[in-house]
T-cell receptor, first 110, second 113 residues
Framework: RKEVEQDPGPFNVPEGATVAFNCTYSNSASQSFFWYRQDCRKEPKLLMSVYSSGNEDGRFTAQLNRASQYISLLIRDSKLSDSATYLCVVNRDSSYKLIFGSGTRLLVRP | SQTIHQWPATLVQPVGSPLSLECTVEGTSNPNLYWYRQAAGRGLQLLFYSVGIGQISSEVPQNLSASRPQDRQFILSSKKLLLSDSGFYLC????????????FGEGSWLTVV
């Protein structure tokens, strides 16, 4: 089993749609969770950290479910500019090793 | 926030040639430093990470090596490149005590021919 798993997609949605991605992790000792966005041929950029209580930033909402060992990202009112690959990041064993999922590709169409 | 300088941005190297990618970090002290590789259409694979000068942890067996000669300098090297070494190499940094938020350099595109 991979340490961090994501559905590769692509998720193809119309503008204005709501879309959700999940990411599962295998190590119950993990403590840091993030969502990153990566555009084609660019470096990943931080979208949001994921806190235990869940957090929201505009159209984006992140949730953490420790019991089931997954994090989620919800995007409301999708924009064309949201088209990108979304990477889930988890630290291993509460250490500084940050492990990336392989990413979920989102395509927002007009 | 941190700024990470990574170079060169693009390089094409023949099989068997050496490699040196360099990364420097500004805006923080005592960072944890990382080298990741991303093959075309794939996720990021952790290659090396370092928690201090001269301290290197290797994640996967390979013909690459890393060194950290100074606190904010991280170097990725190879003596003889393989075709399979082609990919997008990313240097990254986190600062302990900041919830491990990771910052990336702009990456280096390596094509081995």
């Amino acid at each position: 089993r991979k340490e961090v798993e994501q559905d590769p997609g692509p998720f193809n949605v119309p503008e204005g749609a709501t879309v959700a991605f999940n990411c599962t992790y295998s190590n119950s000792a993990s403590q840091s969770f993030f969502w990153y966005r990566q555009d084609c041929r660019k470096e990943p950029k931080l979208l949001m950290s994921v806190y235990s209580s869940g957090n929201e930033d505009g159209r984006f909402t992140a949730q953490l479910n420790r019991a089931s060992q997954y994090i989620s990202l919800l995007i409301r009112d999708s924009k064309l500019s949201d088209s990108a690959t979304y990477l889930c990041v988890v630290n291993r064993d509460s250490s500084y090793k940050l492990i990336f999922g392989s990413g979920t590709r989102l395509l927002v169409r007009p | 926030s941190q700024t990470i300088h990574q170079w060169p941005a693009t390089l094409v190297q023949p099989v068997g040639s050496p490699l040196s990618l360099e990364c420097t970090v500004e805006g923080t002290s005592n960072p944890n430093l990382y080298w990741y590789r991303q093959a075309a259409g794939r996720g990021l694979q952790l290659l090396f990470y370092s928690v201090g000068i001269g301290q290197i942890s290797s994640e996967v067996p390979q013909n690459l090596s890393a060194s950290r000669p100074q606190d904010r300098q991280f170097i990725l090297s190879s003596k003889k490149l393989l075709l399979s070494d082609s990919g997008f190499y990313l240097c990254a940094s986190t600062t302990p005590g900041t919830r491990n938020t990771i910052y990336f350099g702009e990456g280096s595109w390596l094509t081995v021919v």
